[in-house]
């Protein structure tokens, strides 16, 4: 996979735990259980997509300059987006995408819980 950083990109940020969710064939990165970023298999078990959740303007401009970032795979459309792991997103903006993401999903908790979430170290 072209962007093969970014499982331990993921994991390496503050309170972040994965699972693999077999009748979806997606590998999932959540928060507290609330998913922010999935690595979404094909049927033949091939990385195919990688979806995140993103604020709707900015995923809307994202989807407008780069056709290789479509609307959310199987979720919200206006909310979640999907990368083609087999596209031209560079790695940069991929980065930024992801922090989006993990951000607005860890903004959605109290402040005293993201507090007790930055804190955990790995």
């Not at 077999?22 to 999935?38: H, L, N, S, V």
């Not at 792991?85 to 995408?97: C, F, R």
Request: proline share 3%; charged share 30%.
């Amino acid at each position: 996979m072209k962007y093969d950083w970014m499982d331990e990109y993921l994991m390496a940020k503050p309170g972040v735990e994965k699972d693999f969710k077999d009748e979806w064939g997606w590998r999932r990165y959540m928060i507290e259980g609330k998913m922010f970023a999935a690595l979404c298999y094909d049927d033949s078990g091939k990385e195919a997509l990688i979806t995140l959740k993103l604020e709707p303007m900015n995923g809307d401009l994202l989807r407008q300059r780069y056709e290789d970032i479509i609307p959310g795979y199987y979720m919200n459309k206006v909310h979640w987006n999907s990368v083609k792991v087999d596209g031209v997103v560079p790695n940069e903006l991929l980065k930024d995408m992801l922090d989006k993401s993990y951000q607005l999903i860890l903004g959605s908790f109290s402040k005293k819980k993201q507090a007790e979430i930055l804190s955990v170290t790995k």
